[in-house]
């Protein structure tokens, strides 16, 4: 079964560097997400891409972070200089249409800021 | 505002029982509704979906909707142990911007005990 993939599971940085983390989504679907989830916290939006743009962006996606789809399979989310409070599961998901919006999540990327 | 609320729980039942989640959400022009089923440390999984009034079966999962109350609920029949996670309800507002943005409630920890 197609499954989204993202690499690395985790990340350890010291604060102001930058990360860059990857997703291969599902290979037919159209739509891309980045959500994020703070320990012990909900799921939080961060930002959906279609068409090689960015379709919508949270008030938590700053001038700090960035996505790319740099070829037809990877989806990066960057992050230009990390801040202790960006600690926290980083899962991408990808959905079909935008009509089911069915999204399906990857695995996740543990990003420790220290 | 959009919130997505749900019952912290925990929610305790014995094997073989039926679970019962519920989840509440803000803004009746809402227009999807998913449940995810989150194991500890490890990514949301789609479990189910439903768009319109009423009942929908899956194996052993009913998802149900009344969005005159604004009211979501999941059953799980003949619960297992192994469907101890957290399930987090999560709403897409399918309105302009927001198409494809998932909120999500913090979620029902459930432990189903032998």
């Known amino acids: 079964e197609p499954e989204v993939t993202q690499t690395p599971s985790h990340q350890v940085t010291q604060m102001g560097q930058e990360v860059i983390l990857r997703c291969v989504p599902i290979?037919?679907?159209?739509?891309f997400y980045w959500y994020r989830q703070i320990l012990g916290q909900k799921v939080e939006f961060l930002v959906s891409?279609?068409?090689?743009?960015?379709?919508?962006k949270s008030e938590i996606f700053d001038d700090q972070f960035s996505v790319e789809r740099p070829d037809g399979s990877n989806f990066t989310l960057k992050i230009r200089s990390t801040k202790l409070e960006d600690s926290a599961m980083y899962f991408c998901?990808?959905?079909?249409?935008?009509?089911?919006?069915?999204?399906?999540f990857g695995p996740g990327t543990r990003l420790t800021v220290l | 505002q959009k919130e997505v609320e749900q019952n912290s729980g925990p929610l305790s039942v014995p094997e073989g029982a039926i679970a019962s989640l519920n989840c509440t959400y803000s803004?009746?022009?809402?227009?999807?509704f998913f449940w995810y089923r989150q194991y500890s440390g490890k990514s949301p999984e789609l479990i189910m979906s439903?768009?319109s009034n009423g009942d929908k079966e899956d194996g052993r999962f009913t998802a149900q909707l009344n969005k005159a109350s604004q009211y979501v609920s999941l059953l799980i029949r003949d619960s297992q142990p192994s469907d101890s996670a957290t399930y987090l309800c999560?709403?897409?507002w399918g309105r302009g911007s927001t198409l494809g943005r998932l909120y999500f409630g913090r979620g029902t920890q459930l432990t189903v005990w032998p």
């Open positions: 998901a990808s959905s079909e249409t935008r009509g089911s919006n069915e999204q399906f």
């Open positions: 290979s037919n679907h159209l739509y």
């Open positions: 891409f279609y068409n090689n743009e960015i379709s919508e």
């Open positions: 803004d009746r022009g809402s227009q999807s």
């Open positions: 439903i768009y």
């Open positions: 999560a709403v897409n």
